[in-house]
Structures are given as C-alpha cells and as structure tokens.
C-alpha cells in the first residue's frame, strides 16, 4: 500500500468536503470535533460543532462551564460520556498544564476520555505526529486494499493494522493521510455499494482486482440487540411535573430524567410504572394517562418506552438525588436523554388538554 499513499493524498486534495474543522488548525477545535466524531455521523456534528465553540470557544471556558451547560449543548448528540470526559478533560488542562493543552502524545493520551483514536486524530492533524489513525473506514479500506481476512473486530487485528500503517504514514503530512484514508472509506470505499470505479487506489486493491470486494473486511456476527420494555411517570402535582437527575457516571450520566424503569417478566407497564415509583421514590402513585409508546435504540441495546400521566397518593417524594418540580414549558432547560423528547411534543398537549386535572393538588415542597 505504501506505493499507493501519493495517490491517495492527491485524491483527497481534489476530493474531500469542505468541513468546518479543517479551516482550523486550533487544537482545541480539531479536539472537540474528533470528539463528536466518534460513534456519529459528520452530518450530524456539523450543527453541534458550530454551537459547541460558539458556547465555549476556549478549553478555558469550557472547563469553566456547569457540567450541565455542556451536557445541555451535547443533548441529542448521543453517547453522553464523551462531553463528561472533554469537560473534564479541560479542566485538568487547565490545572495540570496551565491552560495549555499539550502537544506531546504521551501527555495529550492521558487526559481523561483520550483514547488511542483521539490521539493519533488530535496529534497527527493538529501536532504533526506521525500517528496512524485506525477507525472503522480505515480497517475496511485497509483490508480491501491489503486482502486481510482477519477479524477486524479484534484487538489483535486493529494493533496489526496500525502497526502496519505506522510504517507507510508519511512524516510530513500525517494529518492529511489519516483524514484521507477516512474521508476513502467514508465516500468511496463504503460498507455496502462501494464506488470503485472512482478509487484512486483501485489499481493497487487485492479485493479489487479479484472480485472479492462484498467480502471484506471480515467482521464476527454480532449478537442481536437487545429491546428492554421501560416504564416512566411524569408525576403531576400542582401544575408541576416531577424530574430527578441520574448520577453523574454511568448510562447518560448527569441528564435529567423521569423516575422508572424495566417492566418485568409477566408484569404489565402501568403496573410496572406504580413499583417503580415505590421503589425508587418511596411514594406510592396513581397512573391517570399513557401519554406515549415510544422506541430508541442505544448502541448496546434498545427499549420501547411505555410514558404515563400519574399522580401522588401521598407526601410528595424527596429522594436524596437532585430533582426538581418543573412547569412543561421548563423542560428544555434541562438535558434529557433522546427518548424522552419523543413524547414531550404529546406530553405538552395533554397539559394544555387538561387544565383542572393538572391544578388538583396542593403546593408540592421544593
């Protein structure tokens, strides 16, 4: 393959998109854009991108922010622990380094969220480090090319790779080889439908050349995907709805949420929902509504969520976790998880379809 880097390079001059992160050569731009890139479309991040640095435009003023501030700018994008870990990240730059977010890669790799990706991304197309960047578009494009038949789901066959593409990455433009061997697999050399006709590397590619192109890279068959039933109360009292926040580690650390949880075995939702307000919150509830039927996928797992309109019984709860009483409108200022906005929009119109069933209750305590 190494015959074949000029002609990658000069494919990519003439044929990469014009992205907001490469009219920059602003570290801390290049950081928060590999980032978001990881796990997510580029269509997706560019709108993110743009509110992200026009919210905290420094690594100073993002380690400066509410963690809730960043998860609110992150909301929707997915995979919450990567803003914890950036915003944490920042801090330590500022208390660790002087506010100076360091250019050597065995220093910039122990930053919290920093993995072997968003180094060799970071360092290589902001520091100029001779790092092989080894994503999902590169081990294809790297496997067709090369015919590898190996696992690419193992590490042994990722550490290959980059030990491989270590010895062809040339010294002088890194960055420019790992956004080209990306920016291939993203646009040419895709999973399904690949454009070989319009390969620069066409004439220098093993599955090209023996029409074995469907069959690499060569990936072990992934278990099926889980889809757990979930069950949620918006508690209604007084023109209030009740929200509490998850703790800040874990699945969707830090984001608001409604108090719930898995239906089991041979339980019914609504049913499901009342235990868990038991459970959870120590209070028991009446379910007044369902609000909604709502399906999301995570990248591990799936639910169907079950919403329901309830109300108190009794006191209201004061669980030991940060929570809150909120009007309906109060929603969007805080950070939910993606499920949740699927029946905000029903959630809304039932509070404006039911004035007295909403205004029933007592002052709740705050």
């Not at 004439?203 to 090209?208: E, G, L, N, R, V």
């Not at 709805?241 to 874990?250: C, D, V």
């Amino acid at each position: 393959m190494k015959n074949a880097v000029p002609k990658l390079l000069a494919w990519f001059q003439a044929a990469r998109r014009d992205l907001p992160w490469r009219r920059t050569d602003d570290i801390y731009a290049v950081w928060v854009s590999e980032v978001m890139l990881q796990q997510t479309r580029v269509d997706t991040v560019v709108s993110y991108y743009h509110r992200f640095l026009e919210r905290f435009p420094t690594v100073d003023q993002l380690a400066s922010a509410p963690l809730q501030a960043v998860l609110k700018i992150w909301e929707g994008l997915g995979y919450y622990a990567r803003a914890r870990n950036l915003h944490r990240a920042a801090q330590v730059v500022l208390t660790e380094h002087a506010g100076r977010i360091p250019r050597e890669p065995e220093l910039f790799r122990r930053l919290p969220g920093v993995g072997d990706y968003i180094c060799a991304a970071v360092m290589s197309i902001a520091a100029g480090h001779p790092l092989p960047v080894v994503d999902g578009n590169v081990l294809r494009v790297y496997a067709r090319v090369n015919g590898l038949f190996d696992d690419m789901g193992t590490g042994g066959t990722r550490t290959a790779v980059a030990r491989e593409l270590a010895a062809i990455i040339p010294a002088h433009r890194p960055g420019t080889f790992n956004e080209a061997m990306m920016e291939l697999g993203a646009l040419v050399c895709t999973p399904r439908q690949p454009r070989c006709d319009g390969c620069p590397l066409a004439a220098d590619c093993y599955a090209f050349a023996h029409d074995r192109v469907g069959e690499l890279p060569v990936r072990r068959r992934k278990p099926a995907v889980p889809v757990h039933e979930v069950a949620v109360a918006a508690i209604v009292r007084d023109g209030r709805l009740y929200i509490q926040q998850r703790p800040p580690e874990g699945h969707l650390g830090g984001l608001w949420e409604f108090p719930g949880g898995k239906v089991r075995a041979g339980e019914e939702a609504p049913a499901a929902v009342v235990r868990e307000c038991r459970e959870e919150l120590g209070v028991e509830v009446s379910v007044l509504a369902e609000l909604a039927k709502v399906r999301h996928m995570y990248s591990h797992f799936g639910i169907r969520l079950h919403a329901y309109i309830c109300r108190l019984s009794a006191s209201p709860p004061v669980p030991p976790q940060p929570h809150r009483w909120v009007l309906p409108t109060e929603l969007s200022n805080y950070p939910f998880p993606a499920a949740n906005h699927k029946f905000f929009g029903v959630l809304k119109q039932w509070w404006a379809d039911h004035p007295a069933l909403v205004q029933a209750d007592p002052e709740p305590s705050r």
